[in-house]
């Protein structure tokens, strides 16, 4: 059974950049789609980025993400990372990862088609 374990959110001023770190125990996450989600006070959870199992080699922003984030995995690790940069107060919520083994990369954006969830770790941008 695979779990997951995020950590690196904080509080951070406007501009500034974070490592969201999502770690796997009891499967290898090369084998996973790792999905990035994340949910305001008061607003539903929305995808943020995903990337693809190893062997896929497929990335996903969305448009709130492009060109500010980035998603990688570290296999020997077995961690998946969300790179953020040029934090906006807007990026203000939790942040959860999320691991999906089949996937029609169509629905990258839908929570109900990953099968294990992370705790979510707190960001909260402000000056």
């Known amino acids: 059974q695979l779990r997951l374990v995020e950590s690196g959110g904080g509080l951070m001023q406007p501009g500034a950049s974070l490592k969201l770190s999502c770690a796997g125990s009891?499967?290898?996450?090369?084998?996973?789609?790792i999905g990035w989600f994340r949910q305001a006070p008061g607003k539903e959870r929305e995808a943020v980025s995903y990337?693809?199992?190893?062997?896929?080699?497929?990335?996903r922003h969305a448009t709130s993400a492009r060109g500010r984030f980035t998603v990688t995995r570290d296999s020997a690790k077995n961690t998946a990372y969300l790179q953020m940069n040029n934090l906006e107060p807007e990026d203000t919520a939790v942040y959860y990862c999320?691991?999906?083994?089949?996937?029609?990369?169509?629905?990258?954006?839908?929570?109900?088609?990953?099968?294990?969830w992370g705790q979510g770790t707190q960001v909260t941008v402000s000056s």
């Open positions: 999320a691991a999906v083994q089949m996937l029609n990369i169509a629905d990258w954006r839908r929570s109900t088609v990953y099968d294990n």
């Open positions: 009891g499967s290898s996450l090369d084998d996973w789609g």
């Open positions: 990337i693809s199992k190893l062997a896929d080699g497929q990335i």
